[in-house]
């Protein structure tokens, strides 16, 4: 009887817990405008629709990741963002998934400036989001 084997998706990228997962994980900092300024770890800034990451048209405050390909499950692990320095921000502030599916999801910010609430927003020049997901392709036991 034939072994089943784990092919790594990136090679270079360690893949631990369940069998065919990987954790990716990086962030992106905000600009002007809540537009994207840079990004660091697996999704790079791309075009709507494409591979990466992207502002997402006609919502404020919020991001689309869309993954290379569609995979059998995808979680979120977590979301967290850093304020610039210098900025008033308070302990209001969130940031949380939503449309999670098998190719990709979106982030929105909820975060308040000033003490009226939260309210969606595209987030101050020099904000950090960072994230981590878990994605599986394989289907069977761990």
Not at 41 to 66: C, N, W
Not at 68 to 76: A, E, G, H, I
Not at 78 to 89: E, K, Q, R, W
Request: with cysteine.
């Amino acid at each position: 009887m034939a072994r089943s084997t784990t092919k790594l998706l990136w090679p270079g990228v360690k893949v631990s817990g369940r069998r065919g997962a990987a954790f990716i994980f990086g962030d992106f900092t905000l600009g002007s405008s809540g537009a994207i300024a840079s990004t660091t770890g697996f999704f790079s800034s791309a075009a709507a629709g494409k591979f990466g990451l992207v502002k997402t048209a006609g919502k404020t405050g919020r991001y689309t990741f869309t993954t290379d390909r569609k995979y059998r499950t995808l979680r979120v692990i977590s979301l967290d963002f850093v304020g610039p320095a210098d900025t008033a921000i308070t302990g209001a502030n969130t940031c949380f998934a939503r449309n999670v599916s098998g190719n990709g999801f979106d982030v929105q910010l909820a975060i308040a400036l000033n003490a009226g609430g939260t309210t969606d927003t595209d987030g101050m020049s020099g904000l950090v989001v960072s994230y981590m997901i878990q994605v599986e392709t394989y289907g069977g036991k761990s």
